[in-house]
Each structure stands twice: as structure tokens, then as C-alpha cells.
């Protein structure tokens, strides 16, 4: 299974290796990042396979959620299927 990590907030040093931390902490493996700045906004998208991942989808979610709060930021994980139901008629 597929997801998009998406990380939106005030640019700080060390953004990057924290979202990577949680991953790698998770066996979450990155598959294709983009990030930019725009302004002084730090926005970054990720394409991560879950298909290894050591927990559930909750507490995948949970986790960045909490890695958000600690980093001031903003990191939402959502599912391939979210996707894929959108796109379903």
C-alpha cells in the first residue's frame, strides 16, 4: 500500500532527517520526494510504501501527526486508497 506524506510549515533545519527518522523507525520506505520553499513555507510531499510498515495505519498516522505537533508543522499521511476512492465513480 502507497501514501503520500505531506509536510507544510515555517522552514527549520532538520525537517527532512526528522520525517525520515519516523520512516525509517516505522520500516516505511521512501519511494520519491519533492520539497520546495516558498517564501519561508517548507512544503514537502513523499510517495512511501507501507506494504512493510512495523505498524498499523493509525498509528502511522499518529506518529507523524505527533512529529508535526513537536516540529510546529503541519504532516498528514494519506492512503492510496483515499486516492483511489476520489477518482471511482
Do not use: P, W, Y
Amino acid at each position: 500500500m502507497k501514501a503520500v506524506i505531506t509536510v507544510i510549515g515555517q522552514d527549520t533545519v532538520g525537517v527532512v532527517a526528522k520525517v525520515s527518522a519516523v520512516c525509517a523507525e516505522l520500516n516505511i520506505n521512501i519511494e520519491d520526494v519533492s520539497q520546495s520553499i516558498m517564501q519561508d513555507m517548507f512544503c514537502m510531499i513523499m510517495l512511501v510504501d507501507l506494504s512493510k510498515a512495523n505498524a498499523g495505519a493509525a498509528e502511522v498516522r499518529d506518529r507523524f501527526a505527533a512529529l508535526g505537533k513537536e516540529m510546529k508543522m503541519q504532516v498528514t499521511v494519506t492512503r492510496q486508497e483515499v486516492f483511489d476512492a476520489m477518482h471511482t465513480i
